[in-house]
């Protein structure tokens, strides 16, 4: 884990309030693995306080691709940056990652969590395993990131609440139609996470985890999520953890 500074490359409105900022950063690109995140300060200035947490969704040579939403202050800093300005961002953070066990993965994103699984998607790939993405959200402008599973060429099934967009519906009925041998992977809001762990499919299930976080290293006790061993720190022993472990 180190502090960098990371020069803007590109930074731009998908759709909805969905951004893409990718950040030339060499040693992250190199050092970063699946389910790992970084800490950003979204400004150069002591506004707003504090770094907002991101997961790196992809590494595209020396560079790294953040997806973003636009949800508050902080995001709203970051939707501002233009290339060439340029940041600070620690990392990499996270030390309890995927796992890559199995021969079949389903990969589950609720809106911006996708990002939390799209390295995994290019590394379970390249390990030679079987990878299917199920992406959901409210409507067809909360699928911003379909132009991304579709360029790397990944198997993927779309669900929006609306029916504007792939099949009607909520993603977690997706889990009918793959049987346990399936192992899935899920990041996402914390209603879905919970609904996934209702279901009792009898997958082999991970979540990667979000909360809100001051230090990203372990250090400010701010993360915490109760699991079956007691409190964890999100930022460090996750952000992934066994469904079964993980009391909401
Ligand atoms: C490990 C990790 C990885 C993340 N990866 C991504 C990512 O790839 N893309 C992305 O868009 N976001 C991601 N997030 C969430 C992101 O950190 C927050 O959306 C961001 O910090 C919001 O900053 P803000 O100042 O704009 O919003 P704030 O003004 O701080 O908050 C705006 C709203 O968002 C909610 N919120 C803020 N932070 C979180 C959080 N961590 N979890 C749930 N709700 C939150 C607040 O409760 C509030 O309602 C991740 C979070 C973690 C912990
Ligand atoms: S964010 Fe400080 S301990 Fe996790």
Redesign the pocket.
Known sequence: MKDYLCPVVENRHISGR?YLLKLHAPELAKETRAGQ?VMVK?SGSLE?LGR????V?DKEGESIL?????????????SELREGEVIQVLGP??KGLFFYEGQKHLLLGGG??L??LTLLGKELRDIGKRVVFAYGGRSAEHLGMEFWLKEKGFEYLLYTEDGSKGRKGLITEVLKEFDSSWVVHACG??GMLRALKNHKSGHRMYF??????AC?WGVCLG?VVRTQGGYRR??YE??VFPAEEVLF
Do not use: H, N
């Not at 907002?52 to 997961?55: E, L, N, V």
């Not at 508050?72 to 970051?78: A, D, I, Q």
């Not at 990667?208 to 976080?213: G, H, I, V």
């Open positions: 969905l995140f979204v707003p907002r947490a991101f997961a969704a953040i997806f973003y939403d636009l949800v508050g202050r902080g995001t709203l800093f970051m953070l996270g911006v969590g990002a939390g809001p914390k990667s985890l979000e909360s809100r976080m990203g993360c999100v930022c996750g952000p």
